[in-house]
């Protein structure tokens, strides 16, 4: 059986290639023109085993829907919402990354290096990780724009545990590295993700 798609379906599948396509490569650029080619590795690119197990999913189950009830996927107002979403999503985390600069790293710095400064301004005065605020508005807003109702509440909640266990790892460190400054900031402004103080 041959799947004959719609131009709505080849509207939602191509902006999710292209979603995913800037995401990734802009975050890679990004590292480069911050850190410099020896600091940069392949892991700069985010992509690990799980995220393209949710990757497979998300289309698998775009697929399914679209062959069972392909009315669903014809939500246009749904599928804009989700792309306004990711477009929000990603200018927030590159805002993230380009006013921290050389103190933004994809992996969590458990040493004080000379580089690493407490940035509390830009982005960082209104949230205060908006990386990953970004990346959680971006990774729902990617299943929204595809009408995955399944894979939008997965999404959501993997994301949530996940930063929901990174950001006290990480705000361990940045109290020892930034003591009382870093105390004071983080009464002062959310984290950025809901239900995480």
Same mark, same amino acid.
């Given at each position: ?31 480069? +023109? ?42 246009? !107002?749904?599928?804009? !919402? ?21 103190? /933004? ?16 301004? +830009? ?14 508005? !971006? ?20 994301? !949530? ?15 020892? /590295?930034? +003591? ?14 809901? /239900?995480?103080?």
């Amino acid at each position: 059986m041959a799947v004959v798609f719609s131009y709505t379906a080849c509207r939602q599948l191509s902006q999710m290639f292209v979603a995913i396509i800037f995401f990734h490569g802009s975050e890679y650029i990004l590292a480069l +023109g911050i850190h410099g080619k020896s600091n940069v590795t392949l892991k700069s690119l985010l992509i690990s085993k799980n995220y393209l197990v949710a990757m497979i999913f998300s289309l698998l189950e775009y697929l399914i829907e679209y062959i069972l009830f392909p009315g669903m996927k014809e939500h246009w !107002w749904v599928s804009n !919402w989700g792309l306004g979403m990711l477009i929000i999503g990603e200018i927030i985390r590159k805002m993230a990354i380009i006013t921290a600069g050389r103190s /933004f790293t994809h992996l969590i710095r458990v040493r004080h290096s000379e580089h690493h400064q407490l940035i509390t301004n +830009g982005i960082y005065r209104v949230v205060r990780h908006p990386g990953y605020c970004g990346f959680f508005i !971006w990774s729902v807003g990617t299943q929204i724009m595809l009408c995955n109702p399944i894979s939008t509440i997965a999404f959501a909640l993997v994301v !949530w545990r996940f930063f929901a266990q990174r950001i006290p790892y990480e705000e361990y460190f940045l109290r020892q /590295f930034f +003591g009382l400054q870093y105390e004071e900031y983080a009464r002062q402004v959310p984290a950025g993700v809901p /239900f995480i103080k």
